[in-house]
């Protein structure tokens, strides 16, 4: 479960724009805004390593960030809404961190884990995950860091559904429970090329085609009998 709070100190921002979004990169820190509870948008600017730091905890996306501005007392509880990153740098370029009530259900993806060992695929089957997260309805405290799938039944041919996961009390599962989750399909079978005879250059027939040596098999013509 998220049910842990991570404090996360900010400084609120006044400029906006890419030239200053590169100069708080430049200086170790990313630009982000917290929206929600009805309230106006807040931008600010955090230190990467510590951002870091609360996204690669135990609880990952799903921490309740107590989020903190400077100069304030009253933490914003917030959740990670949206995150960009570098496409060429590991790092991270802007985040969105959406403030919520914890008495209040919020909606969220949550990753799905296969656990067990599926007879199918000791037989040599490929499970295939057709579905890697679904949607959850929880208190921010509820929502799970991931929801686990058994797949200790499935065999070749088998499929597991939305409605075969077991959610925690007090979380609900948005999907369709018909929609596949993940499937188990027969080995893929590599066809060999079939052997072509090839013919040898110059091979010859036995039998056929065989020269007489010099001199051999010819029936004495020229010999004359003496008178």
Do not use: C, W
């Not at 259900?105 to 040599?124: D, F, L, M, N, Y």
């Amino acid at each position: 479960m998220a049910g842990e709070r991570i404090k996360l100190d900010v400084k609120p921002r006044e400029e906006a724009g890419s030239a200053v979004s590169r100069r708080l990169r430049a200086d170790g820190l990313v630009p982000g805004v917290l929206y929600g509870a009805g309230k106006a948008a807040h931008p600010f600017a955090v230190e990467e390593r510590e951002l870091r730091r609360v996204l690669t905890g135990e609880h990952g996306l799903h921490a309740i960030l107590d989020v903190v501005f400077d100069g304030q007392k009253t933490p914003h509880h917030a959740v990670l809404k949206e995150y960009q990153l570098d496409p060429v740098r590991p790092r991270l370029l802007h985040i969105d961190l959406h403030e919520v009530r914890l008495d209040q259900v919020i909606q969220s993806q949550v990753a799905v884990e296969p656990v067990g060992e599926s007879p199918g695929v000791k037989e040599g089957g490929v499970l295939t995950l057709v579905l890697r997260e679904v949607n959850v309805e929880a208190l921010p405290m509820e929502v799970p860091d991931r929801l686990e799938l058994d797949i200790s039944t499935v065999t070749i041919g088998d499929s597991l559904r939305v409605a075969d996961i077991v959610a925690p009390e007090g979380v609900r599962l948005l999907d369709d429970p018909d929609s596949v989750v993940l499937t188990v399909t027969p080995p893929t079978k590599v066809e060999e090329p079939e052997e072509v005879e090839e013919e040898v250059e110059g091979e010859e027939v036995e039998g056929e085609g065989e020269a007489a040596p010099e001199g051999e098999g010819e029936s004495g013509g020229d010999e004359t009998a003496e008178a």
